[in-house]
C-alpha cells in the first residue's frame, strides 16, 4: 500500500496540533512536513502528496487553489472554500476571494457522495457549528422531511479553543471565566452561510462561547413534516461513520477528545416542531478528525482509517 507525504500548514494551532497527533499514528501516513507559512508557497517540497491548511481564512485562500494547480490535494480547515460564491463568502468573510474560481471547485466536506471526494483536489472541512447544526439536519433533509425556507431555531455553545490559539481580550480568563458570551447572532455568523448552503432552511443562531477548553453542545428547533413520527426518526441512518443516533439529550463531556457526535431528536407534535441536541469535540469532529476523514477518503481509504 502507498505511503503518503503529508504537509500540515498551521500546525502549532489547537485544530493543527490535533492534526500532527493523528497523522502520526496513521497507517499509511510516511512522512509529515510542517512549513513555516511566513516563508510562502516555496517552502512547500514538491513530493508531498496532500496540503492540510489550518490557518485563518485569508491565508488558506491564498494559497489553496496555487497548490491545487501544482497538482496538490488540499484540505482546507478555514472557512475559506466553504461559501460556493465570491458574493456568499465576502458576505460570510468580509474580504474578496483572491481564487474565486477555487470556490465553485470545493467540495464540502460534510457527506459528500464517496466518488466527489475520490476525485476532489480541493476540500473545503465544515465548520464546527455547521457541522453539529448539519450532522442533524442533513438526515433530515434527506429523507425529504424539512420544508423548504423553514426556519431552524438554533443556539450553539463552544469552548474557547474555537475561538483560535491567539488570544484577544474576549477570549482572556477574566471575560471568560464564569460567563456565558453570546456572539454574532442571527445571521451574523460566518458559519450560517454554509448550514443554508446545504439545507433548505433559514437559519438563525445564536453562538455562545463558555467557560469550557473543547467541546460544543448545539440545540435547536425546525418544523418537520406532519407524517413524521418519532420512530422514523430513530431509524434514520447514520450520516457518516462517525455519526451515532442517542436516547438522551448529549453532554459535551461524553465526546471530548473523541471523533463522535452524538445526535438526539424529539418531536413536539403539538406545535410541528422536532427539537435536536448535538454534542462534538469542536477541535476533533468539528475539525480535525473530520480532515483526516475527508483527506482518508480522497485516497479512498475507508474514512476512520488513523482515527479509530
Known amino acids: 500500500m502507498a505511503d503518503y507525504r503529508v504537509c500540515v500548514v498551521g500546525a502549532s494551532g489547537y485544530a493543527g496540533q490535533e492534526l500532527l497527533h493523528l497523522l502520526r499514528r496513521h497507517p499509511l501516513v510516511a512522512r509529515i512536513d510542517t512549513p513555516d507559512?511566513?516563508?510562502?508557497?516555496?517552502?512547500?517540497?514538491?513530493?508531498?502528496?496532500?496540503v492540510l491548511l489550518a490557518t485563518p481564512a485569508e491565508f488558506a485562500a491564498e494559497w489553496a487553489w496555487p497548490l491545487v494547480l501544482r497538482g496538490k490535494r488540499v484540505v482546507d480547515l478555514s472557512g475559506?472554500?466553504?461559501?460556493?460564491?465570491?458574493?456568499?463568502?465576502?458576505?460570510?468573510?468580509?474580504?474578496?476571494?483572491?481564487?474565486?474560481?477555487?470556490?465553485?471547485?470545493?467540495?464540502?466536506?460534510?457527506?459528500?457522495?464517496?466518488?466527489?471526494?475520490?476525485?476532489?483536489?480541493?476540500?473545503?472541512?465544515?465548520?464546527?457549528?455547521?457541522?453539529?447544526?448539519l450532522s442533524a439536519l442533513i438526515p433530515l433533509h434527506a429523507m425529504g422531511w424539512l420544508d423548504a425556507q423553514a426556519t431552524a431555531d438554533v443556539t450553539g455553545i463552544s469552548g474557547v479553543s474555537g475561538a483560535g490559539k491567539k488570544p484577544t481580550e474576549r477570549t482572556h480568563f477574566m471575560a471568560v471565566a464564569e460567563n456565558l458570551m453570546p456572539y454574532k447572532p442571527l445571521r451574523a455568523h460566518q458559519h450560517v452561510v454554509e448550514v443554508e448552503r446545504a439545507v433548505p432552511v433559514r437559519l438563525l443562531f445564536v453562538p455562545v462561547v463558555a467557560p469550557l477548553r473543547r467541546g460544543m453542545l448545539i440545540s435547536g428547533t425546525v418544523p418537520l413534516q406532519a407524517t413524521v413520527t418519532q420512530r422514523d426518526l430513530q431509524e434514520l441512518p447514520p450520516l457518516d461513520a462517525f455519526w451515532r443516533r442517542v436516547d438522551q439529550p448529549p453532554e459535551v463531556q461524553e465526546l471530548r477528545d473523541t471523533p463522535w457526535i452524538s445526535v438526539y431528536y424529539a418531536l413536539d407534535p403539538p406545535s410541528g416542531r422536532l427539537l435536536f441536541v448535538t454534542a462534538l469535540d469542536n477541535l476533533l469532529r468539528g475539525a480535525a478528525s473530520q480532515a483526516i476523514a475527508n483527506l482518508n477518503q480522497m485516497w479512498q481509504l475507508p474514512a476512520t482509517t488513523g482515527i479509530l
Not at 460556493?84 to 457522495?113: I, K, R, S
Not at 464517496?114 to 476532489?120: E, H
Open 37 to 50: 507559512s511566513t516563508t510562502g508557497l516555496a517552502a512547500l517540497a514538491d513530493d508531498v502528496d496532500a
Open 80 to 133: 475559506a472554500h466553504r461559501a460556493g460564491t465570491p458574493a456568499a463568502h465576502e458576505h460570510a468573510y468580509g474580504f474578496a476571494h483572491p481564487h474565486p474560481e477555487a470556490l465553485a471547485t470545493a467540495v464540502y466536506g460534510l457527506a459528500p457522495a464517496p466518488a466527489q471526494l475520490a476525485q476532489a483536489k480541493l476540500v473545503a472541512n465544515p465548520g464546527c457549528y455547521a457541522n453539529g447544526i
